[in-house]
């Protein structure tokens, strides 16, 4: 039946030309923005785990800062420590010479003092961004290397920490700093303290040299972990483009169609009109 009150195709035409329409606005907007899910209102779900992942990156980005940080202060106090292990080498040498009978112990105490007070120097100077971590001022450091996300989504930290211990090489060599050598036995007294001092300050290099390591260690994990979330961000949210340019170019199609499907569903009332002529 027709009827020149409703038409019934146009209706059909028009929906389907709405429809079609609407998909091809999401279709633009997918390869404007590069997204197929750029807002909550595309798909909660997707969109909600995306924003939490976005967050980690965040707080990766942050640690990684601080990872920084922590390697640039923890270096300086390798350095510090090798040094004195390298001055105290020399020192050997001069203690050495001094057990001898025939030897000028003034001048060989008057080498140890410049010694003793080079290490000390270095030790003081050893300092980053206001730490040091040899001058036995600082208590327990820790430095932030982690947060871990339970199933809850509750947070965590996670610090890589040096005892304080560990942070007072001046201190443990107070006995090398009172080192005075005025005979050879003085010299032989000093020399058998030697190897204990030594091992003091090749244990603190050791020790922040493999705090070192380690640091380096979380710092690629967790620039891996950022690659790896932001891989992962991606293949939530971002947009096909060649699916996306292969849709656009069959919704367009389907739009002509349906243009010319509501000309023709409009036409049908002039048929009718044709009839009572």
């Given at each position: ?149 339970d199933d809850a ?11 304080d211990g560990d ?49 380096d260690i979380q ?59």
């Open positions: 039946m027709s009827s020149i009150l409703t038409n019934t195709g146009a209706m059909v035409a028009l929906q389907t030309m709405r429809g079609i329409n609407t998909n091809l606005d999401k279709t633009q907007n997918e390869i404007s923005t590069g997204k197929s899910v750029g807002n909550a209102r595309d798909n909660a779900a997707v969109w909600a785990i995306a924003r939490t992942m976005d967050s980690d990156v965040s707080g990766l980005k942050a640690i990684g800062d601080s990872l920084s940080l922590a390697k640039s202060t923890v270096s300086v106090a390798r350095v510090a420590a090798e040094t004195t292990v390298e001055l105290m080498n020399e020192m050997k040498e001069l203690l050495v010479a001094g057990t001898g009978q025939n030897v000028d112990h003034d001048k060989i105490q008057a080498d140890i003092e410049v010694l003793q007070n080079q290490i000390e120097s270095v030790l003081d100077s050893a300092q980053f961004n206001g730490l040091n971590l040899v001058d036995g001022e600082a208590e327990d450091v820790e430095f932030l290397s982690a947060i871990i996300r989504g509750g947070l965590a930290r996670a610090e890589i920490t040096i005892d942070l007072d090489l001046k201190g443990e060599l107070d006995d090398m700093f009172d080192w005075t050598i005025g005979d050879a036995e003085d010299a032989q007294d000093a020399l058998d303290e030697f190897e204990a001092q030594y091992q003091v300050a090749i244990d603190a290099a050791a020790t922040f040299g493999s705090t070192e390591r380690r640091i710092a690629e994990f967790n620039q891996n972990m950022m690659d790896a979330l932001t891989t992962g961000i991606g293949g939530l949210v971002d947009a096909d483009m060649e699916e996306a340019s292969a849709r656009l170019q069959s919704l367009q199609v389907q739009q002509q169609l349906a243009t010319q499907s509501l000309s023709i569903a409009n036409q049908q009332p002039q048929n009718i009109l044709a009839l009572f002529r």
